[in-house]
């Protein structure tokens, strides 16, 4: 999902350790498949949904897929996101509107709880007042994001956006946004509580849990992603289903449509989406497709 970090990273792949730095011109596994079609290939690319300038650029393999595939899938179709539509939706389910407060939502002890980590973090949790709980957990990480220099104009996505719009590649989304919204507007009471209570008790790591992200991400560490970042949404069952493991079994059936096409396609999801035996890749394999990680050649 493009507008939330784990758990809170989870989406964006939060990790809490940091591997060894891969050598520049290394060879080294990416976060990016591929799967074998009658005619054609498709491209599986972890992203990571907002990123630092510095980050850039991407590993060249990347603009290798991107250079084959005459289609771009994402979450959304973000080239026909309308900033206004987004703001006037984002209002529409992520704010209260019959009188209560974030407070009344949260309860005493789990609001008491939150002002103290939001104090910790210097956000000021009175201007979520009128946020039900999931949307300032979502406004609480890209306030913490931004703060270290982390941008969704940086983005994997936004990024080879920009360069398809360019080219004049089709992009094509899996969702609509009132869809992405709504799985997390519709997540329990308890849910929606934990959600806020990770992203603020996560602030004080979030430097060094973001630059273990992406060193991970572009080494293409899957056992790593599988035995922490797994492990961590078990935590949290009901948000995994919902976000996670629902999402993954949908994605894979609009993608096997994809198989008897004649076009390339590079796919671009968050990278939780791919790891693990619910991840994409691995249901694609169980219903006999061919997948392959793949890999940057050693310069």
């Known amino acids: 999902m493009n507008t939330r970090i784990s758990v809170i990273a989870a989406l964006l792949t939060v990790l809490t350790w940091l591997p060894a730095a891969q050598a520049a011109g ?79 939502l949260m309860g005493e002890a789990p609001y008491a709880q939150a002002a103290r980590l939001a104090e910790a973090v210097r956000i000021p949790l009175s201007l979520l007042d009128t946020s039900e709980p999931w949307f300032a957990a979502m406004n609480v990480e890209i306030m913490l994001l931004m703060r270290i220099g982390f941008n969704p104009v940086f983005g994997v996505e936004n990024h080879l956006m920009e360069r ?14 009132r869809q992405q919204l709504e799985f997390l507007d519709g997540l329990s009471p308890e849910a929606q509580r934990e959600m806020l209570l990770q992203a603020l008790s996560e602030g004080t790591e979030m430097q060094g849990m973001m630059d273990a992200m992406i060193e991970a991400w572009r080494n293409g560490d899957v056992q790593f992603l599988e035995d922490n970042l797994l492990a ?35 796919i671009i999801v968050g990278t939780l989406h791919l790891v693990g035996a619910n991840g994409v890749p691995e249901l694609l394999k169980s219903r006999g497709h061919q997948v392959v990680q793949l890999s940057q050649p050693a310069d």
């Open 26 to 104: 290394d060879g080294h596994l990416l976060s990016m498949w591929q799967v074998a079609g009658q005619h054609n290939r498709i491209y599986l690319l972890g992203s990571i949904h907002l990123l630092r300038e510095q980050d850039h650029p991407l590993p060249p393999a990347i603009y290798d897929a991107y250079a084959d595939a005459e289609k771009l899938i994402m979450e959304l179709d973000m080239d026909d996101v309308d900033p206004v539509e987004s703001q006037m939706l984002s209002n529409e389910l992520g704010l209260i509107k019959d009188g209560r407060s974030l407070r009344d």
């Open 164 to 177: 398809a719009k360019a080219d004049h590649k089709e992009i094509l989304g899996f969702e609509t946004m």
């Open 232 to 266: 961590d949404m078990a935590n949290y069952p009901e948000l995994n289903q919902v976000v996670v493991v629902d999402r993954n079994l949908a994605w894979t059936r609009d993608i096997e449509a994809l198989l008897d096409d004649s076009d390339d396609y590079l």
